[in-house]
């Protein structure tokens, strides 16, 4: 049975199982819920793969390997810190898109709408802020956040999170395993997700002094990559308990 088999057969197990789920701490509702976009994300790379897709399904894999260094960083140390932490972050940056739509409207004052129920109105904007503040301080003083948080030079980057993966051992045989998933899968692939000129030039090549289309060529890579991350994500519903039973062979096939 190769990936693509295990990776259908996991998902059918995992499915029916889901359905019998009584997630209760928050951990459990954080995984429960990431499950559902990590096995979507995961399928339609393979589909991709399959139509010779390369270079999009690697978009999606980008965005697979944030999601694994953020799921197993939730893992290690203050699981409720984390988590509020990443909530507040999520607050902060609705609130840099309000200050930076207010100042929009102000520049360019034709965008302004008359309706009330515009995002463009600026009352409802302003509302809308208020609203998201408050979302965003009840985080921060209902966890304890440390208040230096707030600056944005205290902000968790990815590769920091990689680091403190890696630092907690929580892979023991395999140190380095998350800050090298960033550099060579995150980093290597942003381009491609990017569209910049290194970017395109993945999407291009040189053949009889013409330029050529291509698409990646890496399809082994990229589809194996994110079957593994899928089973890694699987493997932790069972350990939280988000669903019981035994773990599919097939999981641990894959994380050899």
Do not use: W
């Not at 985080?139 to 590769?159: A, M, S």
């Not at 890696?166 to 090298?180: A, L, Q």
Request: hydrophobic residues 35%.
């Amino acid at each position: 049975m190769n990936s693509r088999e295990q990776f259908f057969t996991i998902k059918s197990v995992v499915n029916a199982q889901l359905e019998k789920r009584s997630s209760v701490t928050k951990i459990q509702n954080y995984l429960y819920i990431m499950y559902g976009p990590f096995e979507n994300y995961t399928e339609s790379i393979i589909l991709l793969c399959d139509n010779g897709k390369i270079n999009a399904a690697s978009v999606l894999l980008r965005s697979l390997v944030e999601a694994h260094i953020n799921i197993i960083y939730m893992q290690i140390g203050d699981m409720k810190k984390h988590l509020a932490e990443a909530a507040y972050e999520g607050f902060r940056q609705k609130v840099s898109i309000c200050d930076n739509f207010i100042q929009l409207l102000k520049k360019y004052p034709n965008l302004v709408s008359e309706d009330k129920n515009s995002l463009y109105h600026p009352e409802r904007l302003k509302h809308m802020k208020e609203f998201v503040e408050r979302g965003r301080d009840s985080i921060l003083e209902l966890n304890n956040i440390d208040p230096k948080y707030t600056d944005k030079r205290y902000k968790v980057d990815l590769i920091d999170k990689a680091r403190k993966c890696d630092e907690s051992g929580i892979i023991p045989d395999k140190p380095g395993f998350f800050e090298d998933l960033y550099t060579l899968q995150y980093r290597y692939l942003s381009p491609v997700a990017h569209l910049n000129i290194e970017g395109l030039q993945h999407f291009v090549d040189e053949h009889n002094s013409k330029i050529v289309y291509k698409d990646g060529n890496n399809i082994e890579m990229v589809q194996g990559t994110a079957i593994s991350l899928y089973a890694a994500l699987v493997k932790d519903l069972y350990v939280h308990q988000v669903i019981s039973g035994e773990i599919p062979n097939e999981v641990d096939e894959l994380l050899k």
